[in-house]
């Protein structure tokens, strides 16, 4: 028996609710190998008492039959996550100086428009007074770039921290700002878990009432990075209303619960397209993501169609979100959504 067999061996035991294994997650702090003893050291940073008890169980369930192993001890130190809202967190405690909410918005597969709900909520809760960032946090698909027009590279401040962009009167950050059009970011998970680290912790944000995290879509290793580096306040789950969406929505409300992110709601995107007659046209199905909401019992913020304008404006760096409410109808489903945000989070 030799530490590198243990470790190879606990590459079979997955976190609660992730795909990725307790080793490539960088949880197992130390292993020892004596004479009829192998102990097993690992940190975790979770306020759910399920997680340690389950990676626990896991362990030993891989360790204890493997042959001439002897006694398997298996020693967790579990530290507090960040407090998330509603398990005691309070404004200003987002664990990032200077900003009051942190606001995650996910989905369980590509495709769906979040990156295009991220940032016209972060334009209509700009709209509303409030001061705003938005964190392009999916690395392989950095859009946040395009969708702002924003092409400059950013700078660096005199404490070696990053400075955001700006944009429509918010703070942007994104890979995509350190890269040029055609450079793919390839990176593996530990590089991935860094640059996402970096982006929150060492970016100068500044004052801000709410910073929006555009996460990649998925359950994988940046979600739980995110997470355990910041308190995120609550994460808003965008899907689209045909099944296949829905499935994977399910998950990342799963996933989100797990690991103790209050769920703010749920947006279904591309609702419907109404032609200049005002016929709608229920191109995915008809109310998924409303009777979903209610499956799971979580808000169903709101229900955004789908518009050429919506398409071309998020092509030419203006966001439809800036379009008068009165004047646009996905406009003015933002915007009643930001408002929806704001009750729920006040600053």
């Known amino acids: 028996?030799?530490?590198?067999?243990?470790?190879?061996?606990?590459?079979?035991?997955r976190y609660p609710g992730f795909s990725r294994d307790i080793i490539s997650f960088g949880l197992v702090k130390d292993v020892r190998c004596e004479p009829g003893l192998v102990?097993?050291?690992?940190?975790?940073?979770?306020?759910?008492p399920k997680v340690p008890e389950q990676i626990f169980q896991d362990c030993h369930a891989?360790?204890?039959?493997?042959?001439?192993?002897?006694?398997?001890?298996?020693?967790?130190?579990v530290k507090d996550a960040p407090a998330a809202a509603g398990a005691g967190s309070s404004v200003g405690k987002s664990s990032i100086p200077g900003v009051k909410r942190i606001i995650a918005v996910a989905s369980g597969k590509g495709g769906v428009g979040k990156s295009t709900v991220a940032a016209n909520l972060a334009v209509a809760l700009a709209a509303t007074g409030a001061k705003v960032g938005l964190c392009d946090c999916d690395l392989y698909g950095p859009s946040v770039g395009q969708m702002f027009a924003v092409s400059e590279k950013p700078m660096a401040n005199e404490h070696d921290e990053i400075i955001p962009m700006e944009a429509h009167g918010l703070k942007l950050m994104s890979m995509g700002f350190l890269l040029d059009d055609r450079s793919p970011v390839i990176v593996r998970g530990p590089m991935a878990t860094r640059y996402t680290q970096q982006f929150l912790r060492q970016v100068a944000w500044g004052e801000l009432d709410f910073l929006v995290l555009d996460l990649p879509p998925?359950?994988?290793d940046i979600q739980l990075t995110i997470v355990q580096t910041v308190s995120v306040d609550g994460v808003i789950i965008v899907t689209t209303p045909q099944e296949v969406a829905l499935i994977d929505a399910r998950k990342a409300i799963s996933m989100f619960a797990k690991v103790n992110v209050p769920i703010l709601g749920l947006i279904e995107n591309m609702a419907w397209f109404e032609c200049d007659a005002g016929k709608k046209y229920f191109l995915f199905?008809?109310?998924?993501?409303?009777k979903e909401a209610e499956h799971l019992n979580?808000?169903?913020l709101g229900q955004i169609p789908i518009n050429i304008e919506t398409r071309e404006r998020g092509d030419i760096g203006a966001p439809i979100a800036l379009v008068s409410p009165e004047k646009?109808?996905?406009?003015?489903?933002?915007?009643q959504i930001a408002t929806h945000v704001r009750a729920k989070l006040p600053t």
């Open 218 to 220: 998925g359950t994988g």
């Open 328 to 335: 646009n109808k996905v406009s003015a489903a933002f915007h």
């Open 285 to 290: 199905g008809k109310d998924g993501g409303v």
């Open 62 to 77: 891989i360790l204890d039959p493997l042959p001439d192993i002897g006694t398997v001890k298996v020693e967790i130190d």
């Open 1 to 13: 028996m030799t530490p590198d067999f243990i470790r190879e061996a606990l590459r079979q035991v």
């Open 298 to 300: 979580v808000p169903l």
């Open 39 to 48: 102990t097993v050291n690992l940190e975790i940073a979770t306020r759910d």
